[in-house]
């Protein structure tokens, strides 16, 4: 195999590798240390596998073959580091994700009820996207706290608000896009649904 060949595909196996390590600790985060724990541990098993893999099929001699490491046996070595160093990578900052997202959510319930009326521009008593944007650009809300739980319902609309529909963007293969408001009913409910969604870390 070409070294530049080579280079390529090890290339794609870091990113394939890392994306995955990512997605399978990522997703089971908010459940807490046990659900990291086990996550990490199925993101080494599949590594193992991966890497053992070339030796089941062609026999354990070529792992002390040096041509080997240059072809699929290497990329199959950087699949695995990349998915098991991004997994721990992951799981390591977690806690500090999680602990950051529940302490924004307790802030962000009092500022959004105390300041409904006015972030919600047009009176319609829902907190639509196009509201918090204006909001962001409104001096009362200038300062850095204000901008940053502005920013936190902007990005959390989806979670914090309910769908209200959706619509299709660009020609046939666009993408469907899913419209979600906030009511006060909607930040209420917030702080105890965050709650229950990241009670494992209570544990």
Known sequence: MEIGYSLFLAAVAVGFGTLIGIGLVSTFEHQGRFALTRQVTIAGVIALAVLAAPGLISGWAIYTALPMWMGWLGIAGVFSVALGASAFLTAYSAPGRAFEHMDNVSR???FALKNFDEIDYDDDQIISMKDLDRALMQKS?????????LQFMRKNIHAIGHDVGSYHTGSQYGSTVTVSVINR??????????????AGWRK
């Open 141 to 149: 809300f200038a300062g850095s706290e204000p901008q940053a739980l």
């Open 108 to 110: 962000v319930v009092p």
């Open 185 to 198: 009913g909607d930040i209420e409910r917030y702080a105890a649904k965050m709650g229950e969604k990241y």
